[in-house]
Nanobody
């Protein structure tokens, strides 16, 4: 079993920043790619960012490219999502997930464990 616990969500004004954290336990974190997804009210969950097992490769959704940065600390079994220049359309519940593979993955089917989510609300 893998447990993922997100933190760092909250309410922020447009243009502000937040950093999300996701602490993992239960499986060798350092061999798995990690990802962040989000789900806005009334919408399907969508891909945000992914990072390879060692952190060398990252990939972002076009909607967040240049504003969000994914990173990881394998010694702490934690993955981060730094979110800058936030917009009201970034409002969503953000989920981290661990992939079955070590390479970057942008589709939900590649992920097998999910956190409970953390709410991010951006006011205009």
């Amino acid at each position: 079993q893998v447990q993922l616990v997100e933190s760092g969500g909250g309410l922020v004004q447009a243009g502000g920043s937040l950093r999300l954290s996701c602490a993992a336990s239960g499986r060798t974190f350092s061999t798995s790619a990690m990802g962040w997804f989000r789900q806005a009210p009334g919408k399907e969950r969508e891909f945000v960012a992914t990072i390879s097992w060692g952190g060398a490769r990252t990939y972002y959704a076009d909607s967040v490219k240049g504003r969000f940065t994914i990173s990881r600390d394998n010694a702490k079994s934690t993955v981060y999502l730094q979110m800058n220049s936030l917009k009201p359309e970034d409002t969503a519940v953000y989920y981290c997930a661990t992939a079955r593979y070590g390479t970057i993955q942008a589709v939900e089917a590649a992920y097998d464990y999910w956190g409970q989510g953390t709410q991010v609300t951006v006011s205009s």
